[in-house]
C-alpha cells in the first residue's frame, strides 16, 4: 500500500508539472496574441480560433487540476489510514525492540525490527510529498491566461 501511494504521488506530481509547463505555454500564446482584446473586423479568423482553442486547453488542464486535487483528498485520507496502521505497529515494534535489547541483545529479530522502522520512517516522509504536491498544484492552478 505504501509503495503503491508513493508512486501515486510521483506519478502526479509529474504530470502537475507537465500541465504547469503547457498552462505557461498556453498563458504566453495567448498574450502574444493579445487574445483579451481582439476586435471584430480587425483580428484575423485564424487568430479568433487560435484564442479559441487556448482557451478550451485552458479549460481543459484546469479540470485536470481538479481531478488531481480530488485525488489529493483522496490520497491524504489513504495516508491517514495507512500511518495510523504504522503508528500502532512501530507501539509494538518498541516495545519488541526493548525486550530484545534487554534480553537477547543477539537476535536476528532486531535487525527485523529495525528494517520494519525504516519503513514507517519513509511513510513519515511520504506526507512531505503530499503537501509538495499540494502545493504543486496550488502552483499550477495560479497561473491563468486572464489579465
Do not use: H
Not at 476586435?39 to 487556448?54: E, H, K, L, N, W
Not at 532486531?110 to 506526507?127: D, P
Amino acid at each position: 500500500e505504501l509503495n503503491d501511494l508513493s508512486r501515486g504521488i510521483r506519478e502526479s506530481r509529474v504530470r502537475i508539472g507537465q500541465l504547469r509547463g503547457d498552462i505557461r505555454v498556453l498563458r504566453d500564446d495567448y498574450r502574444r496574441l493579445r487574445c483579451d482584446a481582439l476586435v471584430p473586423g480587425q483580428t484575423t479568423q485564424s487568430t479568433i480560433d487560435r484564442c479559441s482553442d487556448i482557451f478550451s486547453d485552458w479549460n481543459r488542464t484546469q479540470q485536470e487540476l481538479d481531478r488531481y486535487g480530488r485525488n489529493l483528498t483522496s490520497m491524504r485520507s489513504r495516508y491517514r489510514n495507512i500511518k495510523g496502521r504504522l503508528d500502532s505497529l512501530n507501539q509494538s515494534l518498541s516495545s519488541a525492540e526493548a525486550y530484545l535489547a534487554k534480553n537477547c541483545a543477539r537476535s536476528a529479530a532486531r535487525e527485523t525490527i529495525r528494517v520494519r522502522k525504516t519503513t514507517i520512517q519513509r511513510a513519515e516522509a511520504l506526507f512531505d510529498e503530499l503537501e509538495a504536491m499540494s502545493r504543486d498544484l496550488d502552483d499550477a492552478r495560479s497561473i491563468t491566461i486572464l489579465e
